[in-house]
């Protein structure tokens, strides 16, 4: 089955500790994005990659890192988290670009206290 | 600047309604518009994708519009059901190759039996 997966679904972690996120798509696709959701925000997208070891900055990159070593792989890692982290993440993948169907993994409910 | 809107905020109808659901956007240069569902705290599950070539699309009970020149989409929904209870939102790629969607704040649907 075609799928983007994450994991952990849900975390409660404390301010300052490390973590990562992952992700990963089954349908060989180039183009992956990690965006977060809050309440009257909406969807914002952190960082993207178009290509295994291409990555660049989304609307909202400030506390996050990705990286791309795999094509079905792209982790969005926390170096430092803090509060204003606490947010609904989402992973999405496309063949390639923005003119192709966009499909997304389940979530990842990130609580930081 | 793309900027998507949709109306309205929030509906509420009995079931076996037809409804329409609003979009519209800013920019009319759009390679495509999708549409999601969001259940509570979930992920998104695309709909329907429309390529800016099409005049709509349909899967089902639902049935997507396109008019770029007008900048606005609808979905309607026929025969609803409770089971379609959810959010719905809206996306247009943006206009830099980033694979990033901009999305509508969506529209809350909550169909009573």
């Known amino acids: 089955e075609a799928q983007v997966t994450q994991n952990p679904r849900y975390l409660i972690t404390v301010t300052g500790k490390k973590l990562t996120v992952t992700c990963s798509q089954n349908?060989?696709?180039?183009?992956m994005s990690w965006y977060r959701q809050d309440p009257g925000l909406g969807l914002r997208q952190i960082y993207y990659s178009m290509n295994v070891e291409v990555t660049d900055k989304g609307d909202v990159p400030e506390g996050y890192k990705v990286s791309r070593k795999e094509k079905r792989n792209f982790p969005l890692i926390l170096e430092s988290p803090s509060p204003n982290q606490t947010s609904l993440y989402f992973c999405?993948?496309?063949?390639?670009?923005?003119?192709?169907?966009?499909?997304f993994g389940p979530g990842t409910r990130l609580t930081v206290t | 600047k793309q900027e998507v809107t949709q109306i309205p905020a929030a509906l509420s109808v009995p079931e076996g309604e037809n409804l329409v659901l609003n979009c519209s956007f800013t920019d009319s240069a759009i390679y495509n518009l999708q549409w999601f569902r969001q259940d509570p705290g979930k992920g998104l599950t695309s709909l329907l994708l429309i390529q800016s070539s099409q005049r709509e699309q349909t899967s089902g009970r639902l049935n997507a519009s396109l008019d770029k020149s007008s900048g606005r989409s609808t979905l309607y929904i026929a025969a609803s059901q409770p089971g379609d209870s959810a959010t719905y939102l809206c996306a247009v790629p943006g206009s830099s190759n980033t694979g990033k969607l901009i999305f509508g704040q969506g529209t809350t649907l909550q169909v009573k039996p």
């Open positions: 349908m060989n696709h180039e183009y």
């Open positions: 999405a993948s496309s063949f390639a670009g923005g003119q192709y169907e966009q499909y």
